[in-house]
């Protein structure tokens, strides 16, 4: 699977963003996708997850209530819809596929293939 993650930009504080991640490849609506973001000089952490029949959506406690994942298989895309973005929201966010069980969503270490990331700025 080769992912592309798409969308991001400078945003004010509140703001709202949709980033994509798509795919090619291998049998895309098989595997588990996650969205992932790294802060400068930080770790990367799991933001969101979504199962590959597009239900269970799971969020990190940052981001639960204001971000949204959802996939369309049709057309190989996971998006993760993102309101009222906060300035600690700023990171560099990469989507990623797991090739292995639904309980290992959280472990990066777990996703075999990423996408390059893409830039989420928000600031005044």
């Known amino acids: 699977v080769q992912l592309q993650a798409s969308g991001g930009g400078l945003v004010q504080p509140g703001g709202s963003l949709r980033l994509s991640c798509t795919a090619s490849?291998?049998?895309?609506?098989?595997?588990?996708v996650g969205w992932f973001r790294q802060h400068p000089g930080k770790e990367r952490d799991f933001v969101a997850a979504?199962?590959?029949?597009?239900?269970?959506?799971t969020y990190s406690d940052s981001v639960k209530g204001r971000f949204t994942v959802s996939r369309d298989n049709a057309k190989d895309t996971v998006s993760l819809q993102m309101t009222s973005l906060k300035s600690e929201d700023t990171a560099v966010y990469y989507c990623?596929?797991?090739?292995?069980?639904?309980?290992?969503?959280?472990?990066?270490?777990?996703?075999?293939?990423w996408g390059q990331g893409t830039q989420v700025t928000v600031s005044a």
């Open positions: 990623a596929a797991l090739i292995g069980p639904w309980r290992e969503r959280f472990d990066l270490r777990q996703y075999v293939y």
């Open positions: 490849g291998r049998a895309f609506d098989l595997v588990v």
């Open positions: 979504i199962h590959w029949d597009g239900g269970r959506p």
